[in-house]
Every structure is written in structure tokens, then in C-alpha cells.
């Protein structure tokens, strides 16, 4: 009895192929989300009136695979949404037909099925040089450039890697916003970084209890990134001293840090912990160019497919922190901004 009633929950219709009609259930649910979402993703890009039509409006191409009914419906309701003030010109297409596609570049393409192999979905932002968004769970992480992270509440999840391969740049605020899909690759060229900070920078002995005192990294907001540094860390001294994570009970002691990494997902506590420590001799670092202008002093970036070090030697000389001049002349020097 059970499992009959699970098969009539779970199963989505079939058609007289034997098809399914629509969605299971979680899916739908994602479809839906989705398709408040989407709209705000293409709002975001940078480029937006260069992939205007002739009629200022933007082509979004809905792509399915198997049945066509969820498609058709996603462009139905697509069809009264706009985007900055222009309207939407939706066309419905198979996966078959993307393949082989040659028509006018679209704004956007929104996956309308589950299971398309990410040698496709890559393919297509690529192809196309558009923004693939797509619903389903594990998209992001197979190659579409955006989809949903569903946690405590709905946001965008951006594969950073993925747009950039595509030409597509997102406007700060975001950015800011969304969460960064990062393969676990990059995840450990960043602790590789932080790592390799130890070795090209000096804090004053004041910021140690003593000479064999560790230097004591933590990190705020990115658990991955918190997994791959304990890895990174493993063994690892500097002058003597042992390179740690601190534990997460520790962490909240900020002033106690020498290397804070604070990652965008923390972006409501930056301004406080930055306060926190202001002056204090904590390397503090990030990930976007925001943290080095409010008075963070590193941040790694993406540049040209690559992590790159934007650094605030100012805000770092005020902390009696001094930076090698090998360092400097890899990264971008900024200034704090004086809006602040």
C-alpha cells in the first residue's frame, strides 16, 4: 500500500509514448523558482542591450529534452515578464535543435529538463555566449552558468568558471548576492594562496604570544574553503611557527587572527568584523573587490580565468603588517575609499 501511494506521489504522467508529461514534484518546485529567478539573472548582465533584437526585446530560447509540455509552459509564463523594461520573445526548441542552432544570439536559455549532460550545457554558453540557467538540482556544478541554491531561502548560484568561458560578466550587486560555485579545484588554488601569504608576509611579533606560536588562520562563511586550508595547512610552518585553523568556537575571537579570510556569503558581518579588527595586525582577506575599498586589505579575484591578489598596502602598513615587494608586483594595489 505504501509503495502504491509513493509511485502516485513521485511518478510524473506518462503520454501515450510512455513519456513523462511533466516534472516530479521537487523538480516542478524548482521550475517554479526558477522561473522568478531567471528574469533577475539576465537583469544582472553587464552586456544586456547588445543582445537586444531589432523590436528591443530579448530572445530567451526554453530548451527541453523528452516531453515538451513543461517548456510550452515556462514560455507561456515568460511571455508577459520583462526584463529592465524590455520584453522577452520566447521561442521553444528541443535539445537537438540548440545543437545545431544558428539563429540570432539569445539573451538567455532556460533549461526546461532534467538530465541534460553538461558537455551540452556547456557547449551552449559557450556556443551561443549566453547565460544557461537551470533549476534543477546539480546543474551549476555540471556547466549551466546559473541556477538555484535552495538552503534557509532561494538564491542564484553562479558557476564563475563556466561564465567566464562564455564571455558573460553579472553587475556587482549580484554577484554579491549569489553564491559562487567553485570546483573543488579552485577552492584549493585558494587555500594554496592563504597558504602561500605565510611565506611573503611579516606581522609584528606583538601579534604572537611567542616566538613558537602558531599563525593562526580562520575563515568565515565558505566551510569548503575551511575543509581544503585544514588539508593545505597540514605540517606546514613558517620561521619556526605551525600554520592552524582555528576551530570554530575560536573563531568569533577575530582580533586573534593573523590570516581572516571572509568570504562573500558573510557580506551582512563584514563591515562589523572589519570594525572589529580595524588596526589590529589580521590579515584580512576576501573575495571580492568591495572588501579591499571598505578596508579589508587583500582580496582574490577572478581575472582572465585566474585567482588574482588585489592588495591595500596602506590599510596593511596602519596594522604593522608588511607585505613582500614580490607580492606586490603580482597583484593590483588599491586604496581604501574615502565614501566609507
Known sequence: MCLALCISVLLAPLDALGNPQGL?????QRMQLGLKLFPVS?????????????????????VY??????????????GSVTVRGHGLRVEVLSAADLDAYTGPRPGGIFIASVGLSPDRLRAWSERQRALVFSPFDGAVEAGAVVGLH???????????????RSGIRFRPYFLEEARHYEPFDE?????????????????????FDSASAPLRYCVLGNPELSASLQRTLAGERVAGRPLQLAGVQEQTAWRRCHVLYLDHRAAESMSRVLAEVREAPV????DTQDLVQAGGMVSLVREDGRLHPMINRETAARAGIRISSKLLRLATLVQESRTR
Do not use: C, H, K, M
Request: net charge negative; aromatic share 10%.
Open 187 to 207: 577552492i584549493d588554488r585558494r587555500a594554496n594562496f592563504l597558504l602561500n601569504f605565510a611565506f611573503f608576509i611579516q606581522w609584528p611579533a606583538s601579534a
Open 283 to 286: 590579515l584580512t582577506v576576501g
Open 150 to 164: 535552495v538552503a534557509d531561502r532561494v538564491l542564484p548560484i553562479v558557476n564563475l568558471t563556466q561564465a567566464e
Open 24 to 28: 516530479w514534484y521537487e523538480d516542478e
Open 42 to 62: 539576465i537583469g544582472a548582465l553587464e552586456s544586456l542591450e547588445t543582445v537586444l533584437g531589432p523590436d528591443g526585446r530579448l530572445l530567451v530560447l526554453v
Open 65 to 78: 529534452e523528452g516531453s515538451r509540455n513543461p517548456a510550452l509552459q515556462v514560455a507561456a509564463q515568460f
